[in-house]
Structures are given as structure tokens and as C-alpha cells.
């Protein structure tokens, strides 16, 4: 398939908002412990508490579930896009393959990197956790049984 037709899919558009949108969650969740203790409020989560009344753990509850419905509906893209006449191209294959890539990396590095986590914070692999806001770390402490949901805690201590 000529590169100028792959380029006017409107699957491809949907495909790179839906990224985009990815990446705005997932930082703003990683990001909220850093950015509410140096008094940013340009973050998801602190607009979802002032539409919420406040409510800390509705609001990552709320960022949580678009990121999951994202998740899905790019899934759902990707499969029908690959199965088109389109899918067969191997540069189309490879620009999916990318974009599965991006979505996975952005989120591996928000679990490791302690630019939001704090200084000397390393990533158990525990996605089950209670999750606690101090000044200086988040603290992610595992859960001794599976529930469906991440737990966020405010300290302000």
C-alpha cells in the first residue's frame, strides 16, 4: 500500500490520540505526588478531585478507568486494522508495532523512574499495592491479597 494512503487512515489518527491520551494519564497519576507538593496543578487527578468534591481515591479511580478504556479500544484498533487488506503492510505492521511499544515503555518507566517516585525509589513489580504521597516518595506497599484496583493514600506528614 502506497505510504500516502497508510497516512490517511483514520485509524492511524485514532490510533496516535489514543497514545497521546495514554501517556496523559499514566504521567498524571505517576506524576501526582511530585507535582502536589510543589504546588503544580496542571495534572488530571487534581481537576478530577475539584469535579469530585475531593475525593482522592475516586479521582485516580476515574484516570484509571479511561486509561484502561484507551487501552481497549487501541487494542480493539490494532486487531481490526491488521486484519484490513492494509494490514498487510509491513511498514503499517511496524508503525503498530511502535505505537504497542510506546504505550508499554511509557508505563514501565513511570513504575521505575524515580523522577516521580523519589530519590532511591526502586520498582518491586508490584502492581497490587496501597499506594502512599509523602513529600519526598511514594511508597508502594503490596497488598497480601488480589483486589481489582490500585489503593492511593494522601500523607502529608
Known amino acids: 500500500m502506497p505510504h500516502d494512503r497508510l497516512e490517511r487512515l483514520p485509524e492511524l489518527r485514532r490510533l496516535n490520540m489514543l497514545v497521546a491520551r495514554h501517556w496523559i494519564g499514566v504521567n498524571d ?20 478531585l475539584a469535579d469530585n468534591g475531593g475525593d482522592l481515591q475516586a479521582a485516580v479511580d476515574r484516570i484509571a478507568a479511561t486509561v484502561h478504556q484507551v487501552e481497549t479500544e487501541f487494542d480493539e484498533t490494532t486487531a481490526k486494522l491488521r486484519a484490513t487488506p492494509a494490514g498487510t503492510d509491513t511498514g503499517l505492521l511496524t508503525y503498530l508495532d511502535a505505537l504497542e511499544a510506546m504505550i508499554a515503555g511509557n508505563l514501565e518507566w513511570s513504575y521505575l523512574t524515580p523522577r516521580y517516585s523519589g530519590p532511591g525509589h526502586t520498582w518491586t513489580g508490584h502492581r497490587d499495592t496501597t499506594v502512599i504521597l509523602t513529600p519526598t516518595r511514594t511508597l508502594y506497599l503490596p497488598h497480601t491479597h488480589t483486589t481489582p484496583q490500585t489503593r492511593m493514600a494522601t500523607n502529608h506528614h
Open 29 to 48: 497519576v505517576f506524576s501526582y505526588r511530585k507535582e502536589l507538593y510543589s504546588g503544580d496543578t496542571m495534572n488530571e487527578i487534581h481537576l478530577a
